[in-house]
């Protein structure tokens, strides 16, 4: 087993010889190291490394034994991301926007020659889906939610449109059987299911649920499909029969509250399957089909700390404004059934992300500091559907950013103790640090103190300013500075600066591409001449968050020092 592994303080990669013995690390540095794939002889890896969280990280390939790493591509200001290691181990694919900054094109990179080549240059914002045979599927990005499936012949470097052209929506392929593909998608109903495209049509492939599909992946025999299911947050695996859809039986694969989908081997006899019951680490197993047994590989450590007193979140709602029922996370120390606590709200990233009910050290940070930690998933995050999904698209944010607001009035009232409302903070990063900034400007009043990491504090200088290769992802979510401007500036923190009070905390990564250090500097100077009591801290060797472990350390101390100052009693 080949894996990435941060106990050093920094990614690294590393390999494991059997079930729970003791494992060897390949790479070292104080850059993050990633595993990206490993060829089918098991001798060597693709790996990629990033510099100082710029996000334009290379790729290296990697001796399995150890030894020094040879250089793929890493070129300055270039991103560099694995596509697949060919089936005779002769060749590995990548994709790079090296020929322009918003497009990405499909490399060969000969293992005997050291030598690259093109393969495929259309315009568009590229990913590789999967590969069999001289045949690659490739899904171009209009959006984060609008995909399309183009496969493309190796041999002639056509690419053929086959899914999704024109339509708006989200699809996501691996080939099935025969010349079947299976898609995810939410072409045909509001939440994302899986289908078997055949011929041009959509069939649903497996039974149907009341909830999203919100992962899969299918063995290189095409025999398994293996399904995760977002069931509220929690994560369900089942294993269907490639050819009839039916639901595989799965014998000695141990229960937990979430089951998440990992590699699978190359004969697809064996798949790493990850057992998170939510209040301690993970346990990653191996599940051999032939033996219908799960053997565990890697199990949780947690030195000198007593998991009992770890909470599991529980999933809450709060009414919106106009009566939607908000789903949040709630995560309450066991002092606070008796005792009043401060609460602390953690609005996630993305916005098409999620917030769910794994095992979150960072939260039982603030569970054990004394805070209630609260997790909203707001209209705009994903897992609910395509409905909910875009409620919060263009100007309609301006609908729906209510959300954060409504949450602080619920708490006050919902977690009030003898009559008296909790103090409320507010944190998040990347979008989360954009509701923050929200919080804390446009609905000033409704938290007492707030701490924002890589937020967004003005959407049209972020839209200008971000990569360009995101600009194109980002429009679509957000607006167009060209033609929804007035939306843009009503939706800006900067715009209701005047309201700003409450203490307000910023952290940000100097190398940042995606919320450039910009929107920090611009919103703290706004800060200082209101006279708002605040920081910035400014990580020079860091982009789009913290990765270091030391830099996590620091940020980590300054938020829960801040929300301890400004929200508990005094001792």
């Not at 334009?56 to 030894?67: A, C, K, M, S």
């Not at 045949?135 to 493309?152: D, K, Q």
Request: glycine share 10%.
């Amino acid at each position: 087993m080949v894996f990435t592994w941060n106990v050093t303080g920094h990614n690294q990669v590393w390999r494991l010889d059997g079930p729970q013995r003791f494992p060897v690390q390949l790479t070292g540095g104080e850059d993050a190291t990633l595993v990206m794939a490993v060829s089918r002889d098991g001798r060597h890896a693709v790996v990629s490394r990033d510099v100082g969280g710029g996000e334009n990280p290379g790729l290296y390939w990697l001796p399995i034994d150890g030894g020094p790493l040879e250089v793929i591509q890493h070129r300055p200001k270039v991103q560099t991301s694995i596509g697949f290691i060919s089936d005779d181990d002769q060749a590995v694919y990548y994709l790079a926007n090296d020929r322009a900054p918003d497009a990405y094109a499909l490399y060969r990179w000969d293992v005997a020659t050291k030598t690259s080549s093109a393969v495929f240059t259309e315009p568009g914002l590229w990913r590789v889906l999967d590969h069999r045979r001289r045949r690659v599927l490739l899904g171009r990005a209009l959006g984060n939610t609008n995909i399309e499936i183009f496969e493309l012949d190796l041999d002639t470097g056509a690419a053929t449109p086959r899914l999704g052209q024109g339509e708006g929506h989200y699809h996501d392929a691996r080939y099935g059987q025969g010349d079947d593909l299976i898609v995810r998608t939410d072409k045909l109903g509001d939440l994302h299911r899986l289908y078997r495209w055949r011929a041009g049509v959509l069939t649903p492939l497996g039974p149907s649920a009341p909830h999203e599909v919100s992962a899969f992946s299918i063995d290189e025999a095409r025999r398994r499909v293996y399904v995760e299911h977002n069931q509220g947050g929690f994560a369900a695996l089942s294993v269907l029969d490639a050819g009839t859809g039916r639901v595989l039986p799965t014998p000695g694969l141990p229960a937990a509250r979430n089951r998440r989908i990992g590699p699978l081997s190359r004969d697809g006899q064996r798949v790493q399957v990850a057992l998170d019951d939510g209040d301690r680490p993970p346990t990653t197993v191996v599940y051999d089909w032939a033996a219908r047994r799960a053997t565990a590989w890697r199990v949780p450590s947690a030195p000198e700390l007593d998991l009992s007193r770890f909470v599991r979140a529980t999933v809450e709602h709060y009414p919106a404004r106009d009566g939607t029922k908000i789903p949040m996370l709630v995560r309450r120390p066991t002092r606070c059934a008796a005792t009043p606590c401060p609460v602390v709200v953690e609005f996630h990233g993305g916005p098409e992300s999620q917030s769910r009910p794994f095992f979150d050290p960072v939260g039982q940070l603030f569970v054990d500091a004394g805070f209630v930690l609260v997790e909203p998933n707001v209209r705009g995050s994903a897992g609910y559907g395509r409905t909910w999904l875009h409620a919060d698209n263009g100007a309609r944010r301006l609908e729906v950013i209510t959300d954060i607001e409504d949450c602080a009035r619920h708490l006050r009232a919902a977690f009030a103790e003898g009559g008296r409302a909790p103090r409320l903070g507010v944190f998040g990063g990347s979008y989360g640090g954009y509701s923050t900034l929200m919080a804390m400007t446009y609905f000033a009043g409704a938290f007492d103190a707030g701490v924002s990491s890589v937020g967004i504090s003005n959407l049209v200088t972020f839209l200008d300013n971000t990569a360009p290769y995101r600009r194109i992802l980002r429009t679509s979510e957000y607006g167009d500075p060209a033609t929804d401007r007035a939306a843009l500036v009503a939706l800006s923190p900067t715009t209701h600066v005047d309201k700003l009070a409450a203490p307000l905390l910023i952290i940000q990564g100097l190398n940042d591409p995606r919320v450039p250090a910009g929107e920090a500097v611009q919103m703290y100077r706004a800060m200082q001449a209101r006279g708002v009591p605040g920081r910035l801290i400014l990580f020079p060797d860091e982009g789009h968050g913290t990765s270091k472990r030391g830099n996590r350390v620091l940020g980590l101390g300054h938020t829960l020092a801040f929300f301890e100052q400004h929200l508990l009693p005094p001792r």
